[in-house]
């Protein structure tokens, strides 16, 4: 017999109250992040008025689409190819501040979404993963959108380190390295630090976070034992998949397939 959950929620099973309420306080956060924003002059503001909008948007629709994919197998593949789609399109205009072409998609593709769809194959038969869309398009979901994370955060930083110390990759080339070892020694590092908050989430989940996964399968009757190992898999899967992203987004920097349209890398001859 499963316990009562700890956690106080209404007699819908929410933590948060649904009604008006609800949607003005959305609004107003939206706002209140707009106006700090635009204080201090980040030029992000009309940004995160329509990344909220947006989001709102999206919300809406995935809710409506779930109900109609999550119980065919096939429906919820091709939502899937959808995801990573999307994901691939994303990181890479984000790496390459311009409209990216299809052969850097491709590659971000392979970098961002070969890892979370090759987990869950492999756990599917394995027995850890339903195979049900209720279970398929969150996981795959949760740790597409960590790798597309890292990956942008990655080429974007990798970028800015190789035109900041171009000199020094001439310097490298003068001592005999070839072009992709010399990038690579001099945007690794740089690099590495997008995995930062991936790691930091991992470290401090249950001291300064209570993740969403946790609170949601404690809300719908899971024990709290039950409900962190659950969290433990997917911290571990997106650490998991973020590196894969990290390292692959890096190499691709370094040859010199993914430049940055603010100071073109070019690509390698060697």
């Not at 929620?9 to 106006?35: E, Y």
């Not at 109609?68 to 399109?89: D, K, P, S």
């Not at 769809?117 to 850890?128: F, N, Q, S």
């Amino acid at each position: 017999m499963r316990h009562a959950s700890p956690i106080a929620a209404d007699s819908t099973g929410t933590v948060l109250h649904l009604g008006p309420a609800l949607a003005v306080a959305i609004v107003l956060l939206a706002i209140a992040a707009a106006v700090v924003l635009w204080l201090g002059r980040t030029g992000h503001h009309w940004a995160a008025l329509w990344a909220s909008t947006r989001g709102g948007v999206q919300l809406a629709l995935l809710a409506l689409i779930i109900g109609l994919v999550v119980h065919n197998l096939w429906a919820t593949a091709g939502f899937i190819v959808l995801m990573a789609a999307i994901a691939a399109i994303t990181a890479t205009s984000r790496i390459t501040r311009t409209r990216p072409t299809l052969h850097a998609i491709g590659v971000v593709a392979l970098a961002v979404c070969a890892a979370p769809i090759a987990l869950v194959l492999v756990l599917i038969p394995a027995g850890v993963l339903p195979a049900n869309g209720l279970a398929l398009i969150p996981t795959a979901g949760i740790l597409m959108g960590n790798a597309m994370n890292t990956a942008s955060l990655t080429g974007r930083r990798a970028n800015d380190e190789l035109l900041g110390r171009a000199g020094e990759v001439e310097a490298a080339l003068s001592l005999g390295f070839v072009q992709y070892e010399a990038r690579m020694e001099v945007c690794r590092e740089a690099a590495a630090t997008a995995l930062v908050p991936s790691l930091d989430q991992t470290r401090t989940v249950g001291l300064v976070t209570i993740p969403g996964a946790f609170v949601g399968m404690v809300l719908g009757g899971a024990s709290p034992a039950e409900a962190a190992i659950m969290q433990l898999f997917v911290l571990v899967g997106i650490l998991a998949v973020a590196g894969v992203s990290l390292v692959a987004v890096t190499a691709l920097v370094a040859r010199g397939d993914l430049y940055s349209a603010v100071g073109r890398v070019p690509r390698t001859s060697s």
